[in-house]
């Protein structure tokens, strides 16, 4: 059996959740953790009980034994330095989104990646969502017909938009719509998008973060089929890092409505009220298995590694999802819409001033 070696960069939310598939996984022979927090570093490694571990992340890309760095760092203007050494180190690549904050930055990383003939993957754990995943069947075998409009609507609890737009000045489209935005083109394909119109609307997190409350954004095909993604981060408090979708996919032969707001367990108790378990987008470990697609999304990037198989989400693909982004915030700013495609944009926090 092919077995792979792993390096994980950043252990938080997200990267202990792919340490943990990747110690469980018979085809990961060693794995090697980097975290610049040490509690969490040391937390990590008795889960998963690493090969090495280190708070110096280039001792994992200097490390020429590993096949693969999965960098699911924060901040989020670690990602481009990051990738960059990692890709230049030879190493087949998975990060977490944001591909980066220029269109400039992912042309780079994809011209090395090119150059090298290397795998690079971005986090849009969302396409192993079982429910995303029938959606993207029916329309390949035209069980609704032609897709004529989709609608998205996301929502995250105010804790989680507190701690996402706090540590970096980007929007709910850049951050939270993106998850969707990756969806719907997804879907979509082969057709591209040609122009895009969104508006943003201040509320409870102007004066804790900066940010504006929700973004919804519009994106015209160039088959004429409309997306519509609206995402915002002021849910009231309830489950921790809460997340629910609601989308209507609507074709020439038929309808499909995915209600992925996870009411479907139900738990209840005179101290905490009402709470919606299993209900981050990531997901969560519930004793054997584990109720979520970053799990899945992980083992798919391994395989992928150790047997040469195509990623799933390859960079290029989030390139065009980030061009929509900026195109979002860019027509928020301005109040009118952005044709595509754009030219030397650059994510900025010019949407919260």
């Known amino acids: 059996m092919q077995t792979i070696n792993v390096g994980i960069i950043g252990t938080g939310w997200c990267g202990g959740i792919r ?23 040391k937390e990590v490694a008795a889960e998963t009980n690493p090969t090495s571990s280190t708070t110096d992340y280039k001792e994992v890309i200097e490390n020429d034994s590993l096949d693969t760095i999965i960098i699911s760092a924060t901040p989020e203007t670690t990602h481009y330095p990051m990738a ?54 029916s329309l390949m ?39 969707d935005l990756d969806f719907v083109l997804w879907l979509m394909e082969p057709a591209k998008p040609v122009q895009v119109y969104s508006q943003s609307a201040y509320g409870a997190m102007k004066n804790i973060t900066g940010s504006v409350d929700a ?19 002021t849910m ?27 009411r479907d367990v139900i738990f209840n108790t005179m101290e905490n009220g009402i709470r919606l378990p299993m209900s981050t ?3 969560e470990p519930v004793e054997h298995v584990f109720a ?24 290029e693909q989030a390139r065009k999802v980030m061009e929509i982004y900026m195109a979002a915030d860019i ?12 030219v030397g944009a650059t994510l900025s926090a010019d949407a919260f001033s």
């Open 19 to 41: 340490a943990n598939t990747c110690a469980a996984s018979p085809l990961v022979k060693e794995l090697h953790l980097a975290e610049i927090d040490e509690d969490r570093l």
């Open 84 to 137: 960059k050494e990692a890709l230049l180190a030879g190493k087949h690549v998975f990060l977490e989104k944001p591909l980066s904050l220029t269109l400039e930055e992912a042309d780079e990383l994809i011209q090395i990646q090119k150059d090298k003939n290397l795998k690079f993957a971005i986090g849009y754990s969302q396409r192993f969502n079982h429910k995303f995943a029938y959606a993207k069947k």
């Open 141 to 179: 075998e035209k069980t609704i017909g032609e897709p004529v409009c989709v609608l998205v609507s996301r929502h995250v609890t105010r804790g989680l938009g507190t701690k996402i737009s706090g540590r970096i000045k980007l929007s709910p489209a850049a951050m939270e719509a993106t998850h």
């Open 215 to 233: 973004q919804w954004i519009m994106v015209t095909m160039d088959n004429g089929v409309i997306l519509n993604i609206g995402a915002g981060w």
């Open 236 to 262: 009231p408090p309830g489950h921790p890092n809460y997340s629910a979708t609601w989308i209507e996919l609507t074709g020439t032969d038929g309808m499909l409505i995915i209600d992925d707001t996870h």
């Open 281 to 283: 987008m990531p997901g």
């Open 292 to 315: 979520g697609p970053m799990h899945n999304e992980t083992i798919h990037w391994i395989e992928a590694v150790a047997f040469d198989r195509p990623e799933m989400c390859p960079a």
């Open 331 to 342: 027509s928020a700013e301005l109040n009118e819409a952005v044709k595509l495609p754009l």
